[in-house]
């Protein structure tokens, strides 16, 4: 009998994947001309096994190709005349956090803050959580819980809101009556908690940062099957 329980918990935990040997390094893109400073800071993900390694290079490529898409981007601005009087001098500063990084998923949210000329910089952030199975970029349903499916939807979203106004935390529009749909922008944080993410000028205004939607629903060892 105790050889059999060795074996089957030999055989349970071979079953179970474990993609915690994936390794993130710092990686740098720096443009610095006369219309302009560029600067991206992301992780570049390294993998042991081959699963890890196809994983990784699917996580590399998702965000290679976004910053290479802000880079495009300031430079299309850059080849912009000036009108208006207006200096067509741009700079733009990306950089990052990994917030979760556990044996299933990787969270990391990146800060973009942008300025034109001698105007004040503004500055949004977008989270990206990938599967380390995968690769892939997951949506925050895939990791919602159907006990806390009550949690994500817009009429809950906008109580805690109303609720961060009230107490001071941030300011919203004037009239501002709620979300119309629950926001795609989404990471996790430490805990394993998934927090939403609004940029400025969506509810309210561009001096007023980015609001955080703490859930309060903690996704940690679960992602829905596809």
Same mark, same amino acid.
């Given at each position: 009998?105790?050889?059999? $329980?060795?074996?089957?918990?030999?055989?349970? /935990? $071979?079953?179970?994947?474990?993609?915690? =040997?994936?390794?993130?390094?710092?990686?740098?893109?720096?443009?610095?001309?006369?219309?302009?400073?560029?600067?991206?800071?992301?992780?570049?993900?390294?993998?042991?096994? *081959?699963? *890890?390694? &196809?994983?990784? $290079?699917? +996580? &590399?490529?998702?965000?290679?190709?976004?910053?290479?898409?802000?880079?495009?981007?300031?430079?299309?601005?850059?080849?912009?005349?000036?009108?208006?009087?207006?200096?067509?001098?741009?700079?733009?500063?990306?950089?990052?956090?990994?917030?979760?990084?556990? *044996? &299933? +998923? !990787?969270?990391?949210?990146?800060?973009?803050?942008?300025?034109?000329?001698? /105007?004040?910089?503004?500055?949004?952030?977008?989270?990206?959580?990938?599967?380390?199975?995968?690769?892939? !970029? !997951?949506?925050?349903?895939?990791?919602?819980? =159907?006990?806390?499916? /009550?949690?994500?939807?817009?009429?809950?979203? &906008?109580? +805690?809101?109303?609720?961060?106004?009230?107490?001071?935390?941030?300011? $919203?529009?004037?009239?501002?009556?709620?979300?119309?749909?629950?926001?795609?922008?989404?990471?996790?944080? /430490?805990?394993?908690? !998934?927090?939403?993410?609004?940029?400025?000028?969506?509810?309210?205004?561009?001096?007023?940062?980015?609001?955080?939607?703490?859930?309060?629903?903690?996704?940690?060892?679960?992602?829905?099957?596809?």
């Amino acid at each position: 009998m105790r050889k059999t $329980l060795i074996t089957l918990g030999l055989v349970l /935990s $071979l079953a179970v994947p474990c993609f915690a =040997q994936m390794k993130a390094t710092p990686m740098e893109i720096k443009k610095d001309t006369e219309q302009g400073v560029f600067v991206a800071r992301y992780p570049h993900l390294a993998g042991e096994t *081959e699963q *890890e390694k &196809n994983a990784a $290079l699917r +996580i &590399n490529t998702t965000i290679k190709a976004v910053m290479n898409k802000l880079y495009s981007d300031v430079l299309d601005n850059w080849h912009k005349p000036a009108e208006g009087g207006k200096t067509a001098y741009v700079s733009k500063d990306i950089d990052y956090v990994i917030t979760y990084d556990d *044996e &299933n +998923i !990787l969270s990391i949210n990146f800060t973009d803050t942008f300025a034109q000329g001698d /105007s004040k910089s503004l500055f949004i952030k977008d989270g990206m959580t990938f599967s380390k199975g995968s690769g892939k !970029l !997951l949506p925050w349903k895939r990791l919602a819980r =159907q006990e806390d499916k /009550s949690k994500f939807t817009k009429d809950y979203l &906008n109580g +805690i809101l109303l609720n961060g106004a009230k107490r001071g935390d941030y300011v $919203l529009y004037v009239g501002f009556v709620g979300l119309d749909k629950v926001p795609k922008n989404y990471y996790v944080d /430490s805990t394993g908690t !998934l927090h939403f993410q609004l940029n400025p000028g969506s509810v309210g205004p561009f001096t007023g940062g980015v609001v955080d939607i703490d859930t309060g629903c903690v996704t940690t060892d679960y992602i829905k099957e596809e």
